[in-house]
């Protein structure tokens, strides 16, 4: 849930590593999540190059607004 609020705001997308800094998380630990979002369907990931800086993993919100429902039987 985190991971989608940090995407929703102003300054997303961005990389898994500007995400982990901004969770204060390990950046092995984001990137797992970060790959179970878009298995999900939740986020999109997207190879971007860089100029003389070789190339970037952006990772993107798939919707502007999300709902969590629980359902319990």
Do not use: N, W, Y
């Not at 590593?17 to 999109?44: C, E, F, M, N, P």
């Not at 997207?46 to 919707?63: D, S």
């Not at 709902?67 to 039987?73: I, K, S, T």
Request: net charge positive; charged share 25%; glycine share 6%.
């Amino acid at each position: 849930m985190r991971i989608c609020r940090i995407l929703s705001m102003k300054e997303a997308p961005g990389s898994i590593t500007v995400i982990a800094g901004r969770l204060h998380r390990d950046r092995s630990a984001v990137k797992r999540d970060v790959d179970q979002l878009a298995q999900a369907g939740l986020v999109t990931i997207e190879t971007k190059i860089l100029p003389g800086h070789g190339h970037m993993k952006e990772v993107r919100a798939a919707a502007t607004r999300f709902r969590l429902e629980a359902m319990v039987m």
